[in-house]
């Protein structure tokens, strides 16, 4: 076996399914070091002086491009923030002109959320700056799903063998397609329940359970991922009526005591408290939805700083 180096530098996230469980490992291990610096009663480091980034969002967000614009501040960078209704986007332009205007300014790292899936693999085929993917359409969330196997591995001290639980709209989710192909990756076992008007027809193929029940997904399971019903994405008809999904699948204590009596309950926000999740589930014992968006503020500066210096350079064997 050869010893490689393992290095991010220069390089695009797009999404989970074609990154390597070294390249996962490098960013999950660096975010151990991150959270110390959100700890610290002065939140400021050097390390990206000089850089810039900026956050190009044409949907809207509270979580992710807030924390990429303090991880960014945290680790000393210049972080600009354009959004869609007060860009140049509302007069006409194009994607890829907005794109180039950015590069034009010596931007190094442009995070990208986009309402069309594939739209960071296109500016990562038509701008030099770094892409990292804030969400492109359903497709993928990656620095989403880093957070939420940083958050599992912390808690529980691994990934490899856990029963994770995925519940909701699974056919809209760029999480649970960033979830799944992370977990997957990392040795975990992933089990999956919705209506079916809400599960990709494909999805088994990826090696994953699928249940219809959510009762069956939920027994032993080590984690619970509750997903937000997006009703912006939807047409009409995937499901009854908010009362009924919230009988049917909403995640409440009764469902939850099927899990492991230490099971984490976990949602990528914003919340439909007493639709998908329960309000005494959401703010209960067991949940660790808030410290997932701390770790979100640290799987972000671990990923601007690795693509911006390369990090610590790592070896592993191949």
Known sequence: MSKRQISLRGKDILGLEMMTVPEIEVILETACQMKGIIDRDIKKVPTLRGKSIVNLFFEAST??????????????????????????VTKGESLRDTLYTVEAMGV?????????EGAAQYAANVASPVIINAGDGAHEHPTQGLLDMFTMKEVKGKLDGLKVAIVGDIFHSRVARSNIWGLLKMGAEVHL?????????????????????????????????????????????????????????????????????????????????????????????????????KNGLAIRMAALFLVLTGGKNIETTA
């Open 108 to 116: 190094d790292v442009i995070v990208m959320r986009h309402e069309a």
């Open 193 to 293: 329940a919705g209506p079916k008007t809400l599960m990709p027809y494909y999805i088994q193929e990826v090696g994953v359970h699928v249940h219809n029940r959510v009762e069956e997904a939920l027994e032993g399971a080590d984690v619970v991922n509750v997903l937000r019903i997006q009703r912006e994405r939807q047409h009409k008809g995937l499901f009854p009526s908010a009362r009924e999904y919230a009988r049917i699948f909403g995640i409440n204590q009764a469902r939850l005591d099927l899990a492991k009596p230490d099971a984490l309950i976990m949602h990528p926000g914003p919340m439909n408290r007493g639709l998908e999740i329960s309000p005494d589930v959401a703010y209960g014992d067991q949940s660790v939805i808030q410290e997932q968006v």
């Open 63 to 88: 979580r992710t491009r807030t924390s990429f614009e303090l991880a960014g501040k945290y680790l000393g960078a210049d972080v600009v923030n354009i959004t869609a209704s007060a860009s140049s």
